[in-house]
């Protein structure tokens, strides 16, 4: 939904040398140039590129604070967006984990058939549902109370779903609260806690499939385990993905939430443009304020990902203490 706007162009005398700027958001690997912003196209961010986020950004913190805390993540393809169609690259996003992904324009093709969307724009959680069963085949359950209830977010995403959410984008697009101002949607792949260690866990073995990775303080090591009730979580972050970046985010779940329940009104700006946009009947309130999806039933994190996870992040964590 957030729009950036085309800056003025300025015609410069010719003698004037200007150098040209490199095209945005490409990378040079292995003698050539990579190009990363065909939109609907697979992108250079990997797996391993993910897990140098997550490290550096808070998982190095935990291990040398000696705090045990529990990682779950789905790799899931960056996408980025083109114009308003946040919420439509993130179920695009929501594909790569399956066999073939469907691309941003498809969704959108769609959307727009069903009268749900002009531009890209998805000011509606039911909209939004309809097109995942429609398109992705999945399981899709609406939380018409949001994100408020924790343990079942945690139960959810750890079983393997995936939340498609709609919240307040910031500037560096992390929650923030503009009364849905900036609504932007985002997908939850994922979710670091930090707590006490449990007091036993199940190890994994032939017979047990991990659902998570546990980084046990006192072992100073990263094992697959299955996630055990006796875990008490201090602190919860959300591990996210959204349009406008390549990289993955990692938000504290109260101001996600906090930002999800804050979606009140249509941006007057966007209102007073040319553009036409679809707001549902009950408006963005009740379209989008304190609600969100849940999707099951799609290809979820395997014994062998895990077991790749922590052998980059092993490696990982060992570069950032020296």
Known sequence: MSQSSNNNRICLPLFISIPIPPPPLFVIAAGRINA?????????????DDMKDFVFKIIAELTIADRAFVFKYKYLMPVLQDGPNCGLAALSMVTSCKKEIIKLEDIFDYAKSKGFSNNGEMFSVHYMAEIAQALIGCDVKILEDGIRNKEIIIDEILSGGLLLIPYDADFNHSPCKKKGHRAHWAVVCGLILEGMPPAESLEQDDSIKGNCIQYLPGERKF?????????????LFMLARQGKSLHPAVWKYDDLKDSNENLVEFDPTKAASEMNYIIPPEGVEGGLKGKALILKGLPSTTVDEL????????????????
């Open 307 to 322: 077991g790749n996870y922590v052998k980059i992040l092993k490696n990982l964590v060992e570069l950032e203490s020296i």
């Open 223 to 235: 094992t697959i385990k299955q996630m055990s009730k006796a875990f008490v979580p201090d602190k």
């Open 36 to 48: 990363c912003n065909i939109v609907g196209e697979p992108k250079c961010q990997k797996i391993e």
